[in-house]
Structures are given as C-alpha cells and as structure tokens.
C-alpha cells in the first residue's frame, strides 16, 4: 500500500503530525506534500499514486480548511472525483480556547469532502479527552481524526500523536 501524505500548515503543528506519520509508515519525503508549496493536481496526486492518504489542515477562522485546501476541495466536489478504494484518516491543529466554537473543524470539513467521493476513513478518536464547544470534526460522537492543540495542550501532544499513530497502524493492517 502506497501512503501520501499532504498537509495545509501554517504553524507546522500539523506538519509536526505529517513528519511523525512519515518517519512511522516509512513514507518517502516525496510522499509528503506541502499542499501550499508542492501540491499540483488533484488527480495524479490525490487519486492515482496513493491508496492511503492522511490528510492535514489547520484551521482558520469560523473553521475553515487552511487556504492551500480550498481550491483542491472545491475542485473534488464539482468534479465529482471518485475516491472509492482509497483509505482517508485526517490529522490537524486548532485552539480550544479561542477558537473552541470551531475547534479543529477542518478536519470535519476534508472527511465530508473525500468521504463524500467514497473513500473509507479511519482514524476516529474519542472526544473525550477534549474540551471545547462545537466542531465540524465530532461525527458520530467522536472526532473523525487527530486534532492536537498546541497553544493549550502541548503536553498533551506527543501522547495524541503516537496513540494515533497505533491505532492507524492497527486499522491499516
């Protein structure tokens, strides 16, 4: 099975979770994909030379994806790409604090998208372990990926990362 990793980042807390993905599943460097500086198309990169993607956003604002996803995202859904046959777990950064009424909602945002063109995800965590108002990323009573927070959490992070990074092993094998 092929990985690629693509990533929205600003503060590098998710490329923080990218990096720790790669070194963990083996994934080359040119597996990972800075989707500001090195994401071209969507489907030769997104559809044809992965079969798992792990999928990384901060989020911005009322929680929105961060503005290197936008464009990809919109192309998927008006393009009615299909991702049936790819494996899709999500990864990202929020703040809980000051932005806990959207608390790592992009992460919601990607899983409607893909899962929506018919990839299988894997990933979910429990929420309970965090402490915010509303997210787009809870679905079903768990979030739908890793969401770490760095400015309120940190020594929470390492721990996140590698339990997730377990439980993907376990669910992938």
């Given at each position: 099975?092929?990985?690629?990793?693509?990533?929205?980042?600003?503060?590098?807390?998710?490329?923080?979770?990218?990096?720790?993905?790669?070194?963990?599943?083996?994934?080359?460097?040119?597996?990972?994909?800075?989707?500001?500086?090195?994401?071209?198309?969507?489907?030769?990169?997104?559809?044809?030379?992965?079969?798992?993607?792990?999928?990384?956003?901060?989020?911005?604002?009322?929680?929105?994806?961060?503005?290197?996803?936008?464009?990809?995202?919109?192309?998927?859904?008006?393009?009615?790409?299909?991702?049936?046959?790819?494996?899709?777990?999500?990864?990202?950064?929020?703040?809980?604090?000051?932005?806990?009424?959207?608390?790592?909602?992009?992460?919601?945002?990607?899983?409607?998208?893909?899962?929506?063109?018919?990839?299988?995800?894997?990933?979910?965590?429990?929420?309970?372990?965090?402490?915010?108002?509303?997210?787009?990323?809870?679905?079903?009573?768990?979030?739908?990926?890793?969401?770490?927070?760095?400015?309120?959490?940190?020594d929470k992070t390492d721990?996140?990362?590698?339990?997730?990074?377990?439980?993907?092993?376990?669910?992938?094998?």
């Amino acid at each position: 099975m092929k990985i690629g990793i693509f990533v929205g980042t600003a503060g590098g807390t998710s490329m923080k979770i990218a990096d720790a993905l790669a070194e963990a599943f083996e994934v080359e460097e040119d597996d990972v994909i800075n989707m500001e500086e090195d994401f071209d198309d969507v489907e030769e990169q997104l559809l044809e030379e992965y079969d798992v993607l792990f999928l990384g956003s901060s989020t911005w604002g009322q929680g929105d994806l961060h503005h290197s996803w936008v464009d990809p995202v919109l192309e998927i859904e008006d393009e009615d790409f299909d991702f049936s046959g790819k494996t899709v777990a999500f990864f990202g950064a929020g703040d809980c604090k000051k932005h806990g009424e959207h608390f790592c909602s992009a992460l919601g945002k990607l899983h409607k998208t893909f899962t929506g063109a018919g990839a299988k995800a894997v990933g979910a965590i429990s929420k309970d372990d965090y402490k915010y108002e509303f997210s787009l990323a809870e679905i079903d009573g768990q979030f739908c990926g890793l969401g770490i927070d760095e400015h309120n959490e940190s020594d929470k992070t390492d721990e996140r990362i590698e339990k997730w990074i377990g439980q993907l092993k376990t669910e992938l094998a």
